[in-house]
């Protein structure tokens, strides 16, 4: 089975090696919520994730398409 977006994006953060602070400051997403996301004790809106994945250096892609 696959790792959600989310486990893929919390492992990417934590190899990244970044400091929570500096994470942050080049993403601005607040560190609270920066700590719970990656502790796995809160979710993170699309919108956020593309800002984290961005400073990362990473593209959120969807692996289907959608169906209408």
Do not use: C, H
């Not at 089975?1 to 400091?19: F, V, W």
């Amino acid at each position: 089975m696959s790792k959600s977006i989310e486990q893929q994006l919390q492992a990417a953060i934590k190899r990244d090696g970044r400091t929570l602070y500096e994470l942050q400051k080049a993403s601005g997403v607040d560190r609270g919520v920066l700590s719970r996301f990656i502790a796995g004790e809160r979710t993170i809106t699309l919108r956020t994730a593309g800002r984290i994945a961005k400073v990362l250096g990473l593209e959120l892609k969807p692996n289907r398409k959608l169906r209408r």
